[in-house]
T-cell receptor, first 112, second 114 residues
Framework: AAGVIQSPRHLIKEKRETATLKCYPIPRHDTVYWYQQGPGQDPQFLISFYEKMQSDKGSIPDRFSAQQFSDYHSELNMSSLELGDSALYFC???????????FGPGTRLTVT | SQQGEEDPQALSIQEGENATMNCSYK?????LQWYRQNSGRGLVHLILIRSNEREKHSGRLRVTLDTSKKSSSLLITASRAADTASYFC??????????????FGSGTQLTVLP
């Protein structure tokens, strides 16, 4: 069965650079979530989209933005990167009517 | 953690033993879910228990929920070395939007020794 795809899997950037993370949800899933997991931390909700519209916002810095496109894939754009942005970034998808979220393998971002 | 604490933070047991992990949360919930994460990998959904349920089973997993105490426990019976992972509880509220964001607890690192 198709799973959530994230790209790239690993990304190394320098401070003040910009990064774009991509997420391809499971086909026919209408909701996408982004989570950030710092080293040794629990995942923190960043933002979610339902049917290409932003539906909820969590602890997402103003330097970050995200959108969901017509093909339902989503991108998380991160600007003016800071060392503290180094983390695993997970995308998850679900049906809005469902409760289970299916997580992608994550993108490991390292900011140097 | 925004959610609360998981107890214990780390647990080491022998293969064949049972492992019990506890989770507390702070808000009213729609449901509570348990996820598993192998080191540096994605999260895998294990089991979901709704706020009107008290106990649920799935294979070697048993989950309980006490909404009056805002706590849940996950029991893994007859543990195997392959169960070694971090286990997170996550709660879902119905938010003002249509999505159902997960709020995670701080996780328990389970090590099952062969």
């Amino acid at each position: 069965a198709a799973g959530v795809i994230q790209s790239p899997r690993h990304l190394i950037k320098e401070k003040r650079e910009t990064a774009t993370l991509k997420c391809y949800p499971i086909p026919r899933h209408d909701t996408v979530y982004w989570y950030q997991q710092g080293p040794g931390q629990d995942p923190q909700f960043l933002i979610s989209f339902y049917e290409k519209m932003q539906s909820d916002k969590g602890s997402i810095p103003d330097r970050f933005s995200a959108q969901q496109f017509s093909d339902y894939h989503s991108e998380l754009n991160m600007s003016s990167l800071e060392l503290g942005d180094s983390a695993l970034y997970f995308c998850a998808s679900s049906l809005v009517s469902g409760n289970e979220q299916y997580f992608g393998p994550g993108t490991r971002l390292t900011v140097t | 953690s925004q959610q609360g604490e998981e107890d214990p933070q780390a647990l080491s047991i022998q293969e064949g033993e049972n492992a019990t992990m506890n989770c507390s949360y702070k808000t009213s919930i729609n449901n509570l879910q348990w996820y598993r994460q192998n080191s540096g990998r994605g999260l895998v959904h294990l089991i979901l228990i709704r706020s009107n349920e008290r106990e649920k089973h799935s294979g070697r997993l048993r989950v309980t929920l006490d909404t009056s105490k805002k706590s849940s426990s996950l029991l893994i019976t007859a543990s195997r070395a392959a169960d070694t992972a971090s286990y997170f509880c996550a709660t879902v509220r119905i938010s003002s939007g249509s999505a159902r964001q997960l709020t995670f607890g701080s996780g328990t690192q389970l090590t099952v020794l062969p």
